[in-house]
């Protein structure tokens, strides 16, 4: 499938601003070596971390999912569209009930997440192993 592979960080971009305004300390939450496995199976994919943080996800697409941003304790709830080579999440931070977009593209040999909160937008940019 598109997303499938073994994906190191490379860059990111507005990254500590963005967890400024989520509330959380940047340097604290900040994605160093971060590599992220994906395997999509149907209308689940699996994302596992390594790095700072472990977790493991399940995202079903086209349905409600919950699950924790993997570089802060914050939980969210919404769901994830699947269209070719994006996704793309609408979500609400059920400590606050504020919205969280998230988007996850293939462009060029990048896996590319985006993620809009509060009118600040940042990227993970992660190459291909």
């Known amino acids: 499938m598109t997303f499938d592979g073994t994906w190191k960080l490379d860059r990111t971009e507005n990254y500590d601003k963005f967890m400024e305004v ?3 300390d940047g340097k604290l939450a900040a994605p160093d070596n971060q590599k992220m496995t994906i395997k999509q199976n149907g209308n689940q994919i699996s994302f596992q971390r390594v ?7 399940i ?15 914050i939980n969210v ?24 977009k ?6 060029g040999d990048e896996f590319i997440q985006t993620y809009l ?3 600040v937008e940042a990227k993970k940019i992660f190459k291909r192993e």
């Open 22 to 24: 989520m509330g959380v």
């Open 51 to 57: 790095g700072v943080y472990t977790p493991v996800e």
């Open 59 to 73: 995202i079903i697409l086209d349905g409600k999912t919950e699950f924790r941003l993997s570089d802060a304790s």
């Open 77 to 100: 709830v919404g769901t994830w569209k699947l269209q070719g080579k994006k996704m793309e999440g609408n979500f609400t931070r059920k400590d606050n009930n504020k919205h969280l």
């Open 102 to 107: 998230i988007k996850q593209e293939i462009v």
């Open 117 to 119: 909160y509060e009118g």
